[in-house]
């Protein structure tokens, strides 16, 4: 089993940044892919961006490519996504989820992951 737990989410305005993290713990951290969702009200999952466990490989969802970063410490049993400029709707709950790498195909599927977090609220006002 695989605990997530979220942090670092709130009110914002547009244009400016925050950085969420998760710290996860229980089996060994450093070879699990990790990947960010979110899901705004009366809207489904949506992935936002996930990251191999050696850092290697990244990956983005097109509404956050350049602005929002997914990195990890393997040594903390963290990972981090930092999001700059961002925009009202950007606002959602982000859900930290993670799955053993050698199982993951498509690393942007809700279902490729079997552990989630309880997700942080993010809003960012206009």
């Known amino acids: 089993q695989v605990q997530l737990v979220e942090s670092g989410g709130g009110l914002v305005q547009a244009g400016g940044s925050l950085r969420l993290s998760c710290a996860a713990s229980g089996r060994t951290f450093s070879r699990y892919g990790m990947g960010w969702f979110r899901q705004a009200p009366g809207k489904e999952r949506e992935f936002v961006a996930a990251i191999k466990w050696s850092g290697s490989s990244r990956f983005y969802g097109d509404s956050v490519k350049d602005r929002f970063t997914i990195s990890r410490d393997n040594a903390k049993n963290t990972v981090y996504l930092q999001m700059n400029s961002l925009k009202p709707e950007d606002t959602a709950v982000y859900y930290c989820?993670?799955?053993?790498?050698?199982?993951?195909?498509?690393?942007?599927?809700?279902?490729?992951?079997?552990?989630w977090g309880q997700g942080t609220q993010v809003t960012v006002s206009s």
């Open positions: 989820a993670a799955e053993n790498e050698f199982l993951m195909r498509r690393w942007s599927e809700i279902d490729e992951y079997d552990y």
